[in-house]
C-alpha cells in the first residue's frame, strides 16, 4: 500500500519526510512531494499550506502524480469538545466544511454542490489504526467529526457554532477540503489531528505556543500506524 500524507505546515510533516529512505524531492505547484518509504511502507509526503484551495490543489496533483492507495490528512486543530485539551488526539471519523453556506437557496448549512452532501465519510479502516496507534500514546484520543474552513478559530462564540452546526470535535483548515478531492476521485482518506489551541479567545497565543509540540504527537501517531501497516501487509 502506498500512503500520501498531507500536512499544511512543515513542521507538521517535515519529521516524517527527515525518516524517508530512497528520498526523493520533486516540485509540483510550488509544493514539494517527498517520496520514499518509512518502515517499508512507500508514501509521498507533502506540506500543502494553510487553507482549503492550498489543501485540495496538493490533494489532487498528489492522487493524479503519484496515485496513493489513500490519503492521510495529519497536522493540528483547535479543540471543540470541552473534554480535548492540547496535546491530544482527534481522529475523523467524518469531515465538513463549516464555511459552506448556500443556505439561503435551501441548502442544509454545509451541504456542498455535485457530491450533494455535508458530511464525507473516512476510510473506516484506516481511521480505527489510526485511533489504536494514538490509544499508545498517553494522551485522550476520541473519534468524531472534525469540521474545516478558512477561518482560524479563535473565538468562543465561532467555536459554539461550529460545534453546534456539524456537532464537530475539532476544527482546522484543510480536512474536509481533502476529504472532498478525495470523494471526487473515489480515494480513500482519513484525518488525524493533534490539539494546540481550544480554539477559543486564547488560541491566539495557544497556537504558536503549543502547535509544534501538540504535531509531534501526531508524527508518532503515523509512525507507529505506518509500521502496524506494514505488518499488516506482511501477515497478508
Same mark, same amino acid.
Given at each position: 500500500m502506498k500512503v500520501g500524507i498531507i500536512g499544511a505546515l512543515d513542521f507538521e510533516v517535515s519529521a $516524517?519526510?527527515? $525518516?524517508? *529512505?530512497?528520498?526523493?524531492?520533486?516540485?509540483?505547484?510550488?509544493?514539494k512531494y517527498h517520496t520514499g518509504t518509512i518502515n517499508d511502507v512507500p508514501v509521498v509526503v507533502a506540506a500543502a499550506g494553510v487553507g482549503k484551495v492550498n489543501a485540495a490543489v496538493c490533494t489532487q496533483t498528489m492522487i493524479l502524480k503519484y496515485n496513493p492507495d489513500i490519503v492521510i490528512n495529519v497536522g493540528v486543530a483547535g479543540a471543540l469538545e470541552d473534554e480535548l485539551s492540547i496535546g491530544d488526539i482527534a481522529v475523523a471519523? !467524518?469531515?465538513?466544511?463549516?464555511?459552506?453556506?448556500?443556505? #439561503?437557496?435551501?441548502?442544509?448549512?454545509?451541504?456542498? !454542490?455535485?457530491?450533494?452532501?455535508?458530511y464525507m465519510d473516512c476510510d473506516d479502516e484506516?481511521?480505527? $489504526?489510526?485511533?489504536?496507534?494514538?490509544?499508545?500514546?498517553?494522551?485522550?484520543?476520541?473519534?468524531?467529526?472534525?469540521?474545516?474552513?478558512?477561518?482560524?478559530?479563535?473565538?468562543?462564540?465561532?467555536r459554539e457554532r461550529i460545534k453546534r452546526e456539524f456537532g464537530a470535535v475539532a476544527a482546522e483548515m484543510e480536512g474536509a477540503s481533502i476529504g472532498h478531492v478525495c470523494t471526487m476521485s473515489n480515494k480513500p482518506f482519513a484525518v $488525524?489531528?493533534?490539539?494546540?489551541?481550544?480554539?477559543?479567545?486564547?488560541?491566539?497565543?495557544?497556537? #504558536? *505556543?503549543?502547535?509544534?509540540?501538540?504535531?509531534?504527537?501526531?508524527?508518532q501517531v503515523i509512525l507507529y500506524m505506518l509500521k502496524n501497516l506494514n505488518r499488516g501487509d506482511d501477515d497478508e
Open positions: $516524517l519526510s527527515a $525518516l524517508m *529512505t530512497s528520498h526523493e524531492v520533486k516540485t509540483v505547484s510550488m509544493v471519523v !467524518s469531515v465538513a466544511e463549516h464555511d459552506m453556506d448556500t443556505t #439561503p437557496v435551501g441548502d442544509e448549512k454545509g451541504f456542498i !454542490s455535485g457530491i450533494d452532501r455535508v484506516m481511521t480505527q $489504526l489510526m485511533y489504536e496507534a494514538a490509544s499508545k500514546l498517553d494522551v485522550k484520543v476520541i473519534k468524531g467529526i472534525i469540521a474545516s474552513g478558512d477561518q482560524f478559530i479563535a473565538s468562543r462564540e465561532q $488525524l489531528r493533534a490539539i494546540s489551541d481550544s480554539a477559543d479567545d486564547e488560541s491566539k497565543t495557544d497556537f #504558536p *505556543t503549543f502547535a509544534r509540540a501538540a504535531a509531534k504527537n501526531s508524527v
